[in-house]
């Protein structure tokens, strides 16, 4: 089992009004929907305008980053329960497509360095968890911890192209085959 979910708990972490539930995709309740279709007020109290931009940049959510590394742990100890073997893969990332005024997504604006930091905060609860469970860690060529990949092997700072998937494939299997062969 591998496990790579660093990027998604980050983003996530950053809306205004996070919690856990928020991850799974909420459907409204069907008399809410009609509410929404019908009405202006319900529209206009529940679509309220964007808050002030200005006021949220680089905010730091430390209850997610508690809530990712409670997940984490809950992972490998529920995988290890029922023997199953877990490795940890570094997130990858091309710090060169990351916009110079940084990302704006979930109403709240990373500055490129808060967000690198806080990535690293993310990486730093990822890498206790695997020391105290004894989890492997699979780095590859287009990770933060080494750097972070070419601009030509993403689609976005997150995201590999195929090509980039592919070569990150290649290390992860290279890291994994060692550590499955001692078995």
């Known amino acids: 089992m591998l496990i790579n979910i660093l990027w998604n708990d980050l983003w996530y972490s950053t809306v205004l009004n996070w919690y856990p539930a928020l991850l799974v995709y909420q459907q409204p309740p069907l008399w ?4 929404m279709q019908h009405s202006a007020l319900v529209r206009a109290i529940i679509l309220q305008a ?42 990858p990332f091309s710090p060169e497509l990351m916009p110079p005024e940084g990302l704006n997504e979930f109403h709240v604006r990373y500055t490129k360095p808060f967000f690198l930091a806080t990535a690293n905060r993310y990486r730093a609860a990822l890498q206790e968890v ?54």
């Open 32 to 35: 809410l929907s009609r509410l």
């Open 130 to 183: 695997a020391a105290t469970h004894n989890v492997p860690v699979l780095d590859h060529r287009l990770s933060l911890n080494q750097g972070g990949g070419p601009a030509a092997l993403f689609l976005v700072p997150l995201h590999p192209t195929a090509e980039g998937n592919r070569l990150m494939a290649e290390d992860v299997f290279m890291g994994v085959q060692p550590l499955t062969d001692r078995r």
């Open 50 to 91: 964007p808050p002030d931009q200005e006021h949220l940049v680089d905010r730091l959510n430390a209850l997610a980053l508690a809530h990712y590394q409670e997940n984490l742990q809950a992972m490998v100890e529920l995988a290890a329960a029922r023997g199953v073997a877990v490795h940890f893969v570094e997130p």
